[in-house]
C-alpha cells in the first residue's frame, strides 16, 4: 500500500487548478442508466471511486471507457440488475443504481451497503422512498430486492435531509406516472446538477435549489454530452492548505458560492479572500483565529470539510469547538492529529481543540477520505517528517493531490507499498 512522506513547514505559493466533482459524477454516472446509448462527460477526474463505478456500470452491462478527464458510458446493452456484494461493500454510491434499475428494468437487486469509517451509513430514506413510488421491496441475504412494474407519482416528504435519498429518488421518479411531490430534498449543488443533467436527459424537474422538487414523469430519457462541475470539497481542502501554512495561493476553476459557508469561516479565521467568479485567492493571517464549526446540510458547513477544518483550527490561536450532525462519529482523524501533537479532546461528539504554537511530524494512518486529507494537510503544516499510511483513501477522492501539491511548492512524496 502506497504511502505519503511529507516534509513539512513550506509556504506554498501559486495557483491550483480544481478537478471535476465526484460526488456530482457519481449519481449521473447511474442516470445513463435511465437512458439506451452513449452517453459522454468531460472534466472527469482519475478517482478511484469512479473508477469503482465504472465497474458497477459494466457489471450491469454497460461498455465504460474512461480517457483523458473524458468519461463514455454506452447503456445500449445494460440489460442486468444486480450489483453485487464484491461491489457495493467498497463503495456506499452504489446504491444510485436502485433509482435508475427500477424506473428503467422494474426490478433491481442491490447488496446493502455496509457502514463505513465515518458511522453507520442507512439507507431506510431510499427503501422508503421507493416503496412510496409502488416498488414492492424485501430485503434479505444482505440484498435489496426491489421490483415494480411501473413506477407511480408521490408525495414523499424526507424525515431527514438525505444526498443520496434525493438523487435516488430524483432517478426512480422521472420515469414514473404522474407527478412527484419530493420535499425536504438536499440542496447540495451535486443535487443541482443531477437535475440538470436529467432535464437534459429529457427529463421534467422543477424547483433546483429550493426544498421542494415537482418530477413530471416522461417516457424516455435520452443520452446527453455534459461537463462536469468543480469538487467544491477540493476547492476547500486546498484553500485550507493556504490557510494552514500561511501561504498566499490561488484556486482555479471552482465555484465560490458552492462553499461560501467555508468562505465564510475562513474571514473570521482572519484570512483575506480575494474572488472572482471562478478564482479564489487567500491571504492567510500572521496566527489563524479560532472559529467554532457545526456541520449541516448545504448551504451550511458541509460534513466533508470537517476533518480539513479541524486540523486548521489544530493551529489557531486559542479554543474552538467543532460538532459534525451530519455523521456525529465522523472523528477518526482526531486520534491521529494528536499523534501530530494536536491539542483536541472529546466531549461526546464535540471535538474541543485547543490552538497549539506547531504541529511535529509523526507516522500516521489514513482511515477514510476526508480524514486522510485532514493528516495530508496537517503535515505540511508540521515541522519534520509526516508518514501518511493506507492512502489509498485519499485516491477515491482527490486527483494526484500530491502533483497538485508538489506544484505549489510543497515538499510531498508518494511511495509505492
Ligand atoms: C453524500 O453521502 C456524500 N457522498 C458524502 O460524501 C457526504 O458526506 C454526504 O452526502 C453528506 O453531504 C456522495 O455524494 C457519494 P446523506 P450520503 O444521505 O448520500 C442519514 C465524501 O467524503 N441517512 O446525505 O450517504 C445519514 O446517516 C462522502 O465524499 C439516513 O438516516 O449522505 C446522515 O446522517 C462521505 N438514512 C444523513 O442522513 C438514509 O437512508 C445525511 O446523509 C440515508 C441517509
Known amino acids: 500500500m502506497d504511502k505519503f512522506i511529507i516534509n513539512g513547514g513550506k509556504k506554498l505559493s501559486g495557483e491550483v487548478k480544481i478537478s471535476g466533482a465526484k460526488n456530482a459524477i457519481l449519481p449521473v454516472m447511474t442516470a445513463t442508466l435511465l437512458t439506451s ?31 483523458d478527464e473524458t468519461l463514455t458510458i454506452d447503456t445500449t446493452h445494460a440489460d442486468y440488475y444486480e450489483a453485487p456484494y464484491e461491489l457495493v461493500s467498497k463503495m456506499r454510491a452504489s446504491i444510485y443504481v436502485l433509482g435508475p434499475l427500477l424506473a428503467k428494468k422494474g426490478k433491481a437487486r442491490v447488496s ?14 431510499h427503501i422508503n422512498a421507493m416503496e412510496a413510488l409502488g416498488a414492492e421491496i424485501n430485503v434479505e441475504h444482505g440484498y435489496i ?27 426512480a421518479a422521472v420515469l414514473a406516472e404522474k407527478t412527484t ?23 421534467n424537474i422543477k424547483g433546483k435549489n429550493t426544498s421542494h422538487l415537482v418530477v413530471t414523469g416522461v417516457s424516455k430519457l435520452h443520452p446527453i454530452e455534459v461537463e462536469m462541475m ?51 485567492n487567500i491571504e492567510p493571517p500572521a496566527r489563524i483565529l479560532p472559529v467554532d464549526i457545526v456541520t449541516y446540510p448545504y448551504p451550511d458547513f458541509p460534513t466533508d470539510l470537517q476533518a480539513q477544518f479541524m486540523t486548521l483550527m489544530t493551529l489557531a490561536n486559542g479554543e474552538s469547538r467543532i460538532e459534525d450532525t451530519i455523521f456525529p462519529d465522523r472523528l477518526m482523524h482526531v486520534s491521529e492529529l494528536k499523534r501530530l501533537d494536536a491539542d483536541i479532546s472529546l466531549e461526546k461528539h464535540i471535538a474541543i481543540v485547543q490552538g497549539v504554537r506547531s504541529l511535529s511530524g509523526a507516522k500516521v494512518m489514513a482511515t477514510d477520505l476526508r480524514a486522510s486529507a485532514a493528516l495530508v494537510l496537517a503535515g505540511l503544516a508540521a ?24 506544484k505549489l511548492g510543497a515538499d510531498i512524496k508518494r511511495v509505492k507499498g
Open 145 to 171: 430486492n426491489a421490483a415494480c412494474s411501473q413506477l407511480k407519482g408521490a408525495k414523499i416528504r424526507f424525515e431527514k435531509v438525505s444526498v443520496g435519498a434525493t438523487a435516488n429518488t430524483l432517478m
Open 112 to 125: 446493502f451497503p455496509g457502514g463505513c469509517a465515518i458511522g453507520t451509513r442507512p439507507v431506510d430514506l
Open 383 to 406: 515541522e519534520g517528517i509526516t508518514t501518511i499510511s493506507r492512502i489509498y483513501h485519499i485516491d477515491r477522492g482527490y486527483d494526484r493531490i500530491e502533483a497538485k501539491l508538489q
Open 37 to 67: 446509448g452513449k452517453s459522454i462527460f468531460y472534466n472527469v477526474p482519475n478517482l478511484n471511486d469512479i473508477k469503482m463505478m465504472a465497474h458497477v456500470l459494466r457489471v450491469l452491462g454497460a461498455q465504460v471507457e474512461y480517457a
Open 230 to 280: 468543480p469538487d467544491r470539497i477540493e476547492a476547500g481542502t486546498f484553500l485550507i492548505a493556504g490557510a494552514l501554512t500561511g501561504s498566499n495561493i490561488t484556486i482555479t476553476n471552482c465555484i465560490p458560492e458552492h462553499i461560501q459557508a467555508l468562505l465564510d469561516r475562513l474571514i473570521q479565521a482572519g484570512c483575506t479572500l480575494n474572488l472572482t467568479e471562478k478564482t479564489i
Open 181 to 203: 411531490n419530493l420535499y425536504n430534498v438536499a440542496k447540495e449543488p451535486e443535487i443541482g446538477n443531477l437535475i440538470d443533467c436529467l432535464n437534459q436527459m429529457g427529463a
